[in-house]
Protein backbone atom coordinates (compact mmCIF):
# COMPACT_ATOMS: atom_id res chain seq x y z
CA UNK A 1 0.00 0.00 0.00
CA UNK A 2 1.79 3.25 -0.81
CA UNK A 3 1.27 5.44 2.02
CA UNK A 4 2.14 9.47 2.45
CA UNK A 5 3.31 10.69 5.94
CA UNK A 6 3.44 14.64 6.61
CA UNK A 7 5.87 15.30 8.93
CA UNK A 8 8.98 13.58 10.21
CA UNK A 9 9.10 14.27 14.05
CA UNK A 10 9.50 11.22 16.10
CA UNK A 11 5.40 10.77 15.62
CA UNK A 12 6.26 10.20 11.84
CA UNK A 13 9.17 8.70 11.95
CA UNK A 14 8.33 5.66 14.11
CA UNK A 15 5.69 5.43 12.22
CA UNK A 16 7.52 5.29 8.54
CA UNK A 17 9.45 2.32 10.86
CA UNK A 18 6.26 0.32 11.34
CA UNK A 19 5.13 0.57 8.27
CA UNK A 20 7.90 0.02 6.15
CA UNK A 21 8.11 -2.75 8.65
CA UNK A 22 4.99 -4.77 7.19
CA UNK A 23 6.32 -3.66 3.49
CA UNK A 24 3.90 -0.35 2.80
CA UNK A 25 5.28 1.98 0.41
CA UNK A 26 6.63 5.30 2.29
CA UNK A 27 7.03 8.70 1.39
CA UNK A 28 7.70 11.43 4.00
CA UNK A 29 7.00 14.71 4.13
CA UNK A 30 8.42 17.61 6.55
CA UNK A 31 8.01 21.05 6.91
CA UNK A 32 11.34 22.32 7.36
CA UNK A 33 14.15 22.50 4.87
CA UNK A 34 16.78 21.23 6.99
CA UNK A 35 16.04 18.15 9.61
CA UNK A 36 18.17 19.28 12.90
CA UNK A 37 17.98 17.73 16.03
CA UNK A 38 15.81 20.41 18.55
CA UNK A 39 14.78 19.80 22.06
CA UNK A 40 16.35 18.72 24.98
CA UNK A 41 15.37 16.06 27.06
CA UNK A 42 13.02 13.13 26.31
CA UNK A 43 11.20 10.08 28.67
CA UNK A 44 10.14 7.18 26.66
CA UNK A 45 7.58 4.99 28.70
CA UNK A 46 8.74 1.03 28.85
CA UNK A 47 5.59 0.23 26.60
CA UNK A 48 7.16 2.54 23.90
CA UNK A 49 10.46 1.48 24.29
CA UNK A 50 9.25 -2.20 23.37
CA UNK A 51 7.86 -0.96 20.32
CA UNK A 52 11.00 0.67 19.52
CA UNK A 53 12.78 -2.78 20.36
CA UNK A 54 10.89 -4.62 17.60
CA UNK A 55 11.62 -1.80 15.38
CA UNK A 56 15.25 -2.37 16.02
CA UNK A 57 15.74 0.93 17.32
CA UNK A 58 15.91 0.40 20.60
CA UNK A 59 19.92 -0.94 21.24
CA UNK A 60 21.17 2.86 19.79
CA UNK A 61 19.04 4.37 22.27
CA UNK A 62 20.10 2.62 24.83
CA UNK A 63 23.66 3.64 24.01
CA UNK A 64 22.99 7.09 23.89
CA UNK A 65 20.60 7.62 26.62
CA UNK A 66 19.92 6.02 30.44
CA UNK A 67 17.86 3.34 31.02
CA UNK A 68 16.08 5.08 33.98
CA UNK A 69 15.80 3.05 37.39
CA UNK A 70 13.56 4.76 39.66
CA UNK A 71 10.80 7.49 39.74
CA UNK A 72 10.42 9.92 43.10
CA UNK A 73 7.98 12.66 43.94
CA UNK A 74 9.12 14.85 46.64
CA UNK A 75 8.24 17.95 48.07
CA UNK A 76 9.62 21.00 47.33
CA UNK A 77 11.49 20.60 50.68
CA UNK A 78 13.14 17.77 48.72
CA UNK A 79 11.52 15.16 50.84
CA UNK A 80 10.46 11.88 49.24
CA UNK A 81 6.82 11.45 49.09
CA UNK A 82 6.99 8.46 47.06
CA UNK A 83 9.08 6.36 44.77
CA UNK A 84 9.23 3.52 42.80
CA UNK A 85 11.20 1.12 40.27
CA UNK A 86 10.76 1.90 36.46
CA UNK A 87 11.01 -0.24 33.15
CA UNK A 88 13.61 -3.28 33.54
CA UNK A 89 14.01 -2.35 37.22
CA UNK A 90 10.53 -2.95 38.04
CA UNK A 91 10.35 -6.16 36.00
CA UNK A 92 8.78 -5.21 33.03
CA UNK A 93 9.97 -6.26 29.40
CA UNK A 94 11.49 -3.51 28.23
CA UNK A 95 13.13 -0.12 29.86
CA UNK A 96 11.93 3.02 30.41
CA UNK A 97 14.72 5.57 28.37
CA UNK A 98 15.77 8.94 29.09
CA UNK A 99 17.63 10.65 26.36
CA UNK A 100 18.20 13.36 24.37
CA UNK A 101 15.45 14.67 21.98
CA UNK A 102 16.92 15.62 19.59
CA UNK A 103 19.51 12.22 19.50
CA UNK A 104 16.07 10.42 19.64
CA UNK A 105 15.00 11.86 16.20
CA UNK A 106 18.74 11.43 14.63
CA UNK A 107 18.40 7.78 15.38
CA UNK A 108 14.97 7.36 14.10
CA UNK A 109 15.86 9.23 11.01
CA UNK A 110 19.06 7.26 10.62
CA UNK A 111 17.28 4.16 10.50
CA UNK A 112 14.35 5.55 8.17
CA UNK A 113 17.26 6.58 5.71
CA UNK A 114 18.78 3.00 6.10
CA UNK A 115 15.52 1.54 4.85
CA UNK A 116 13.45 3.38 2.89
CA UNK A 117 16.33 5.41 1.39
CA UNK A 118 16.88 8.65 1.59
CA UNK A 119 15.24 9.60 -1.98
CA UNK A 120 11.97 8.94 0.53
CA UNK A 121 11.68 11.96 2.22
CA UNK A 122 11.44 15.79 1.38
CA UNK A 123 12.20 18.21 3.30
CA UNK A 124 11.12 21.59 3.04
CA UNK A 125 7.27 20.25 1.98
CA UNK A 126 4.94 21.61 4.22
CA UNK A 127 1.54 20.04 4.35
CA UNK A 128 -1.04 22.63 3.60
CA UNK A 129 -4.31 20.55 3.26
CA UNK A 130 -6.09 17.52 1.78
CA UNK A 131 -8.78 15.94 0.55
CA UNK A 132 -10.72 12.41 -0.15
CA UNK A 133 -10.92 11.26 -4.21
CA UNK A 134 -12.36 7.69 -5.19
CA UNK A 135 -10.18 5.33 -3.31
CA UNK A 136 -7.17 8.04 -3.00
CA UNK A 137 -6.16 10.28 -0.76
CA UNK A 138 -4.62 13.41 -1.81
CA UNK A 139 -2.47 15.94 -0.23
CA UNK A 140 -1.21 19.53 -0.73
CA UNK A 141 2.15 20.59 -0.18
CA UNK A 142 4.13 24.05 -0.24
CA UNK A 143 7.69 23.49 -1.46
CA UNK A 144 10.87 25.53 -1.14
CA UNK A 145 10.01 26.94 -4.79
CA UNK A 146 7.21 28.42 -3.21
CA UNK A 147 5.41 26.02 -5.59
CA UNK A 148 2.23 23.90 -4.35
CA UNK A 149 2.83 20.13 -5.03
CA UNK A 150 0.02 17.32 -5.20
CA UNK A 151 1.11 13.79 -3.83
CA UNK A 152 -1.76 11.04 -3.98
CA UNK A 153 -1.74 7.68 -1.92
CA UNK A 154 -3.72 4.47 -0.71
CA UNK A 155 -3.49 6.57 2.69
CA UNK A 156 -2.64 9.67 4.04
CA UNK A 157 -0.96 10.04 7.81
CA UNK A 158 -0.82 13.70 9.48
CA UNK A 159 1.99 13.77 11.99
CA UNK A 160 2.15 17.00 11.53
CA UNK A 161 2.59 18.13 15.17
CA UNK A 162 0.25 20.53 17.63
CA UNK A 163 -0.09 23.44 14.84
CA UNK A 164 -0.95 20.62 12.24
CA UNK A 165 -2.77 21.89 9.26
CA UNK A 166 -4.77 18.90 8.77
CA UNK A 167 -6.25 19.64 12.40
CA UNK A 168 -7.51 22.82 11.38
CA UNK A 169 -9.08 21.43 8.26
CA UNK A 170 -11.04 19.35 10.09
CA UNK A 171 -11.45 21.46 13.08
CA UNK A 172 -11.37 24.94 11.62
CA UNK A 173 -12.83 27.20 14.48
CA UNK A 174 -10.49 24.98 17.08
CA UNK A 175 -8.31 27.82 16.91
CA UNK A 176 -4.90 27.80 19.63
CA UNK A 177 -3.94 25.58 21.71
CA UNK A 178 -4.98 26.01 25.04
CA UNK A 179 -2.86 27.71 27.94
CA UNK A 180 -2.65 25.86 30.85
CA UNK A 181 -1.22 29.39 33.12
CA UNK A 182 1.84 27.58 33.64
CA UNK A 183 5.40 28.11 32.11
CA UNK A 184 8.45 25.55 31.64
CA UNK A 185 11.86 26.61 31.35
CA UNK A 186 14.21 23.57 29.74
CA UNK A 187 17.66 22.99 29.69
CA UNK A 188 20.42 20.69 30.22
CA UNK A 189 23.92 20.91 32.65
CA UNK A 190 26.88 18.74 33.36
CA UNK A 191 26.84 17.97 37.00
CA UNK A 192 27.75 15.49 39.32
CA UNK A 193 24.60 12.42 39.38
CA UNK A 194 22.11 12.43 41.84
CA UNK A 195 20.63 9.75 43.65
CA UNK A 196 20.83 6.10 41.65
CA UNK A 197 22.87 8.03 38.90
CA UNK A 198 19.10 6.78 36.79
CA UNK A 199 16.95 8.78 38.48
CA UNK A 200 14.19 10.61 37.37
CA UNK A 201 12.73 12.76 40.03
CA UNK A 202 10.05 15.24 40.37
CA UNK A 203 9.88 18.04 43.05
CA UNK A 204 7.45 21.05 44.29
CA UNK A 205 3.78 20.93 43.20
CA UNK A 206 1.56 22.21 40.43
CA UNK A 207 2.53 26.06 40.52
CA UNK A 208 5.91 25.18 41.21
CA UNK A 209 7.74 22.64 40.35
CA UNK A 210 11.12 21.21 39.45
CA UNK A 211 11.78 17.79 37.42
CA UNK A 212 14.99 16.41 36.08
CA UNK A 213 16.70 12.95 34.94
CA UNK A 214 20.29 12.73 33.27
CA UNK A 215 19.92 11.70 29.37
CA UNK A 216 23.42 10.23 29.32
CA UNK A 217 25.63 8.23 31.08
CA UNK A 218 28.51 9.45 33.52
CA UNK A 219 31.93 10.58 31.68
CA UNK A 220 35.28 9.98 32.94
CA UNK A 221 35.15 13.36 34.55
CA UNK A 222 32.32 12.40 37.21
CA UNK A 223 29.61 14.53 35.86
CA UNK A 224 26.75 13.70 33.30
CA UNK A 225 23.96 15.35 31.42
CA UNK A 226 21.25 16.72 33.22
CA UNK A 227 17.99 17.60 31.82
CA UNK A 228 16.16 19.64 33.94
CA UNK A 229 12.41 21.26 33.71
CA UNK A 230 11.39 24.30 36.08
CA UNK A 231 7.83 25.30 35.81
CA UNK A 232 5.81 28.19 37.54
CA UNK A 233 2.35 29.15 37.35
CA UNK A 234 2.72 31.98 35.12
CA UNK A 235 0.14 34.69 33.15
CA UNK A 236 0.61 34.31 29.57
CA UNK A 237 2.78 37.13 28.64
CA UNK A 238 3.96 35.87 25.11
CA UNK A 239 2.48 33.89 22.52
CA UNK A 240 1.71 30.35 23.26
CA UNK A 241 2.48 29.11 20.32
CA UNK A 242 6.48 30.31 20.74
CA UNK A 243 7.84 26.99 21.00
CA UNK A 244 11.76 27.41 21.00
CA UNK A 245 12.21 30.93 22.80
CA UNK A 246 15.09 31.52 24.50
CA UNK A 247 14.57 31.98 28.07
CA UNK A 248 15.95 34.24 31.01
CA UNK A 249 17.16 32.89 34.34
CA UNK A 250 16.32 35.93 36.50
CA UNK A 251 12.24 35.03 35.29
CA UNK A 252 12.42 31.84 36.96
CA UNK A 253 15.62 31.37 39.08
CA UNK A 254 14.69 33.28 42.28
CA UNK A 255 11.65 31.11 42.87
CA UNK A 256 14.45 28.23 43.44
CA UNK A 257 17.05 29.96 44.47
CA UNK A 258 16.93 28.23 48.09
CA UNK A 259 16.00 24.43 46.74
CA UNK A 260 19.39 22.87 47.94
CA UNK A 261 18.39 19.63 48.95
CA UNK A 262 21.06 17.00 50.91
CA UNK A 263 20.68 15.17 47.32
CA UNK A 264 20.39 17.85 44.45
CA UNK A 265 21.64 21.16 44.36
CA UNK A 266 18.72 22.53 42.04
CA UNK A 267 20.20 26.15 41.69
CA UNK A 268 23.61 24.69 40.44
CA UNK A 269 21.96 22.74 38.16
CA UNK A 270 19.87 25.85 36.85
CA UNK A 271 22.92 28.48 36.60
CA UNK A 272 25.47 25.54 34.97
CA UNK A 273 23.18 25.47 32.09
CA UNK A 274 24.32 26.73 28.64
CA UNK A 275 21.02 27.87 27.49
CA UNK A 276 17.75 27.90 28.79
CA UNK A 277 14.86 27.37 26.69
CA UNK A 278 11.09 28.85 27.63
CA UNK A 279 8.20 26.91 26.72
CA UNK A 280 4.42 27.58 27.53
CA UNK A 281 2.44 24.53 28.74
CA UNK A 282 -0.39 23.92 26.30
CA UNK A 283 -2.29 20.77 24.99
CA UNK A 284 -6.62 20.78 22.98
CA UNK A 285 -9.10 19.46 24.00
CA UNK A 286 -10.10 16.14 22.73
CA UNK A 287 -11.78 15.57 19.34
CA UNK A 288 -14.06 13.13 18.47
CA UNK A 289 -12.85 12.10 15.34
CA UNK A 290 -8.85 11.86 13.81
CA UNK A 291 -10.08 10.74 10.24
CA UNK A 292 -11.69 11.58 7.13
CA UNK A 293 -12.12 8.26 4.77
CA UNK A 294 -8.12 8.23 3.88
CA UNK A 295 -6.77 10.55 6.02
CA UNK A 296 -6.00 10.60 9.61
CA UNK A 297 -3.98 12.17 12.22
CA UNK A 298 -1.23 10.53 14.65
CA UNK A 299 0.82 12.19 17.53
CA UNK A 300 0.48 15.72 18.71
CA UNK A 301 -1.44 16.50 15.74
CA UNK A 302 -4.65 13.87 17.30
CA UNK A 303 -3.85 14.88 21.21
CA UNK A 304 -1.23 16.91 22.38
CA UNK A 305 -1.17 17.33 25.97
CA UNK A 306 0.66 18.65 29.07
CA UNK A 307 4.11 16.84 29.40
CA UNK A 308 2.98 15.10 32.29
CA UNK A 309 3.87 11.64 32.91
CA UNK A 310 6.37 11.25 30.20
CA UNK A 311 3.47 10.65 27.31
CA UNK A 312 4.04 12.50 24.66
CA UNK A 313 5.93 11.14 22.44
CA UNK A 314 5.18 7.55 23.99
CA UNK A 315 1.65 8.04 23.07
CA UNK A 316 2.52 8.90 19.32
CA UNK A 317 4.72 5.80 19.16
CA UNK A 318 2.13 3.57 20.66
CA UNK A 319 -0.54 5.03 17.75
CA UNK A 320 2.15 3.80 15.14
CA UNK A 321 2.11 0.32 16.69
CA UNK A 322 -1.31 0.38 16.55
CA UNK A 323 -1.45 1.93 13.03
CA UNK A 324 0.45 -0.77 11.79
CA UNK A 325 -1.76 -3.56 13.67
CA UNK A 326 -4.80 -1.94 12.41
CA UNK A 327 -3.29 -1.99 8.74
CA UNK A 328 -2.56 -5.64 8.74
CA UNK A 329 -5.99 -6.93 10.46
CA UNK A 330 -8.56 -4.85 8.35
CA UNK A 331 -8.18 -4.86 4.42
CA UNK A 332 -10.02 -2.05 3.65
CA UNK A 333 -7.82 1.34 4.09
CA UNK A 334 -10.98 3.13 5.55
CA UNK A 335 -12.16 0.72 7.96
CA UNK A 336 -8.48 0.08 8.96
CA UNK A 337 -8.07 3.94 9.93
CA UNK A 338 -11.07 4.00 12.04
CA UNK A 339 -10.10 0.79 13.74
CA UNK A 340 -6.93 2.39 14.33
CA UNK A 341 -9.12 5.56 15.33
CA UNK A 342 -11.31 3.55 17.81
CA UNK A 343 -8.68 1.79 19.32
CA UNK A 344 -6.17 4.91 20.23
CA UNK A 345 -8.60 7.98 20.31
CA UNK A 346 -10.10 6.98 23.89
CA UNK A 347 -7.25 5.74 25.36
CA UNK A 348 -5.54 9.30 24.56
CA UNK A 349 -8.18 11.47 25.47
CA UNK A 350 -7.93 10.02 28.77
CA UNK A 351 -4.84 10.97 29.25
CA UNK A 352 -5.10 14.41 27.78
CA UNK A 353 -7.96 15.09 30.83
CA UNK A 354 -5.73 12.87 33.22
CA UNK A 355 -2.45 14.99 32.76
CA UNK A 356 -4.57 18.45 32.99
CA UNK A 357 -5.70 16.86 37.00
CA UNK A 358 -1.77 16.38 37.24
CA UNK A 359 -2.33 12.76 36.69
CA UNK A 360 0.48 11.04 38.82
CA UNK A 361 1.51 14.23 39.98
CA UNK A 362 -1.33 14.26 42.30
CA UNK A 363 0.59 13.16 45.32
CA UNK A 364 2.87 16.03 45.15
CA UNK A 365 -0.02 18.85 45.16
CA UNK A 366 -1.82 16.72 47.61
CA UNK A 367 1.32 17.10 50.20
CA UNK A 368 1.37 20.43 49.40
CA UNK A 369 -2.36 21.12 50.28
CA UNK A 370 -2.11 18.96 53.31
CA UNK A 371 1.67 19.85 54.66
CA UNK A 372 2.66 22.99 52.89
CA UNK A 373 5.49 23.35 56.04
CA UNK A 374 6.97 19.89 55.38
CA UNK A 375 6.20 16.69 57.48
CA UNK A 376 7.33 14.82 60.44
CA UNK A 377 6.38 11.63 59.25
CA UNK A 378 4.60 10.68 55.80
CA UNK A 379 1.68 8.42 57.56
CA UNK A 380 0.55 12.17 58.75
CA UNK A 381 -0.21 13.02 55.21
CA UNK A 382 -1.67 10.12 53.25
CA UNK A 383 -3.59 7.09 54.40
CA UNK A 384 -2.16 4.25 53.83
CA UNK A 385 -2.24 2.49 49.99
CA UNK A 386 -3.54 6.05 49.04
CA UNK A 387 0.10 6.78 47.20
CA UNK A 388 -0.06 3.68 45.46
CA UNK A 389 -3.36 3.85 44.29
CA UNK A 390 -2.48 7.28 42.69
CA UNK A 391 0.45 5.79 40.64
CA UNK A 392 -1.47 2.46 40.26
CA UNK A 393 -4.35 4.50 38.69
CA UNK A 394 -2.48 6.87 35.98
CA UNK A 395 -0.63 3.44 35.09
CA UNK A 396 -4.14 2.40 33.91
CA UNK A 397 -4.92 4.96 31.79
CA UNK A 398 -1.74 5.26 29.73
CA UNK A 399 -1.48 1.32 29.36
CA UNK A 400 1.13 0.41 31.03
CA UNK A 401 -0.91 -1.50 33.78
CA UNK A 402 -4.13 -3.21 33.43
CA UNK A 403 -6.95 -2.99 35.60
Given at each position: ?8 G????A ?6 A???DI????A ?9 G ?12 GL ?13 S ?11 I ?12 A??VS???GE?Q ?6 V????G??R ?16 A?A???TPS???L ?17 R ?8 A????G????R??TM????L ?7 AG??D??F????IE ?15 L????L???E?W ?13 V ?7 D?PR????A ?11 T???S?T?K???LLG?SA ?11 SQA????A????A????AD????L ?7 L?KT ?17 L?E ?14 L ?20
Amino acid sequence: MKITIAGAGIAGLATALALDADGHDIEIFEAVQEIKPLGVGINLLPHAAAVLSGLGVLDDLLKSGVATSELGYFNRYGQKIWSESRGLYAGQNAPQVSIARGELQRILLHHVQKRLGESRIHSGHRLVSFSNKKDQAFAIFSTPSSNELTVHSDILICADGIHSAARAQLYPDEGAPLYSGRLLWRATTMAPPFLSGSSMIMAGHEDQKFVCYPIESCGEDGLQKINWIAELRRPLLRNPEDWNRKGDISDFYDEFVDWNFDWLDVPRLITGAEQIYEYPMVDRTPVNSWTEKRVTLLGDSAHPMYPIGSNGASQAILDAADLSEALREVADPEGALLAYENSRLPKTSSIVIANRGNGPEQCMQLAEERAPNGFAKLEDVFLPGELRAIADRYKVVTGLKRN
